[in-house]
């Protein structure tokens, strides 16, 4: 049974940063691609970021690049989102899932529908 365990949200004031984190409890390797995603209230579930299984891969929504960084560290199987000047309307849930599927790449990392499992997310607030 595999678990996703997201930390790190909080509440921090606007251009302030924050670091998710994700630990993938349960799986037996590294062969996953990894996707955080994020949904306000009222709103639709979007994409944030997205690695893929070799780490080679790494997507940004337009709103979120230059801002943010996601990184695996597969010794400890987790994947951490390093976020930077952080805005209000970045005020969200974010949610960390995993695809342990081998799927072509033209499969993008941030295609919700591919991911198997995903965590209970974690508040992220941003005052202004």
């Known amino acids: 049974q595999v678990q996703l365990v997201e930390s790190g949200g909080g509440l921090v004031q606007a251009g302030e940063s924050l670091r998710l984190s994700c630990a993938v409890v349960?799986?037996?390797?590294?062969?996953?691609?990894v996707g955080w995603f994020r949904q306000a209230p009222g709103k639709e579930r979007e994409f944030v970021a997205g690695?893929?299984?070799?780490?080679?891969?790494?997507k940004y929504s337009d709103d979120m690049k230059g801002r943010c960084t996601i990184s695996r560290d597969n010794a400890k199987n987790t994947v951490s989102l390093q976020m930077n000047s952080l805005k209000p309307e970045d005020t969200a849930d974010y949610y960390c899932?995993?695809?342990?599927?081998?799927?072509?790449?033209?499969?993008?990392?941030?295609?919700?529908?591919?991911?198997?499992?995903w965590g209970k997310g974690t508040q992220v607030t941003v005052s202004s």
């Open positions: 899932a995993v695809d342990p599927i081998h799927r072509p790449v033209t499969v993008g990392v941030e295609s919700a529908w591919r991911y198997v499992y």
């Open positions: 349960g799986h037996t390797n590294n062969d996953y691609a």
């Open positions: 690695i893929g299984w070799s780490a080679d891969i790494q």
